[in-house]
């Protein structure tokens, strides 16, 4: 079982996801295979103000619970927005980017975790 600390955190960065109207979230548990984080959370947007709104709701909605963005990379061009939270990463892509890096088969070895889980 994950630690309470990384759950809340992951549901609570989906809830904002999904308050703006993200596309086809996906949560990998990727703790038995890297060091980097616990989860990965995968979302798309449609455009980059979409995209910049979507990242900033998590950074938000984490920062008021007491979990502070460690690095953000990408929020300029804002066609991959990683936001670092140490144990989950979340990656809100555009579709073109999301098609072209594709986390989710890069990280296969990690375990695709239900949405129902965090609610």
Known sequence: MKDVKVKEMAT???QALEDKKAEDICVIDISEVSVLADYFIIAGGNNTSQIQALSDAVDEK???AGYPLKQIEGYQSANW???DFG???VHVFDRE???FYDL???WRDGK???LEEFK
């Open 104 to 106: 989710e088969r890069i």
């Open 62 to 64: 984490l920062g008021k």
């Open 97 to 99: 980017n999301r098609l």
């Open 112 to 114: 695709k975790i239900d």
């Open 87 to 89: 144990d989950i990463i």
């Open 81 to 83: 927005i990683l936001l």
């Open 12 to 14: 609570l960065a989906i």
